[in-house]
């Protein structure tokens, strides 16, 4: 028996082909043995792991980046405020989804900017998103604490333009890996999503196999029925993606909310 650790699985691929080829009813051309590897099932879990990991946290692929130091002429090509998002990421990663960088001050860099801060202990401050339009007219005011950012193609900018130098790290979540030999590559995602990938993956089976009355039957399953669908969720009746609750939601469900109000002309 394999036994499921937090935020760590001891399942592979291999472990949900025959689940796959069941939701398919056990066709014969649902098979690892295909010569076009693009027609396995092990191909379609992969797909499916790409497209969700891509759209929902998974503790399983979550991580924190170093600390890295940002100032003056510290950037790209001697940049105040431009730096490569590689430089916030373990070597080697991409990531998918990630929280806003935060940003340690000394004391008296807090107080600086009227912050009230502890007079003995470096304080963190989490950046707020700007899109690269609203940021502009910060990039270029030299000499602040850059409490804004921005991310542009394999760039962030932050705003204002660091006057001094300050350590920053990304919480992220990380592309989701896979092996050379695809069926033994782990899956990175918690147990309750396990159907939904595989049905994900059958969806993506089907259509290769010109099923198509099949893929409209799985993608319901997944995306709640047209009414569902068509309404944004309005009406009808949803499908398991939407019935899911992602473990963030679990862990706050007991937690008070705190609710910032802000506004913005962007």
Known sequence: MSFQSPANTPHVINDFINKVAAILQNRQDVSEAATNPEMRPSAWLRDSLRELTANYPFPELQKVGPLFTIGPGLGWQGSNYMYQVSKFLAPGDDMTIMEDPVIFLTPTQAISVGL???????????????????????????????FKYTRYGDMFWFGSQPGAKYNVYVPYQVRHPFTDKLPQSPVKIPADWFDIMCYAAAERGAIALRWNDQATFIHNILYGDPDYQQSGGESGRPGLIAARILQPERDKRLSAVQIMVGASRY
Do not use: E
Not at 123 to 129: H, L
């Open 116 to 146: 009230v801060a502890n007079a003995n202990n470096i304080s963190a401050y989490s950046m707020d998103y700007l899109t690269p339009k609203a940021i502009q007219t910060l990039l270029f005011q030299p000499g602040g604490v850059p």
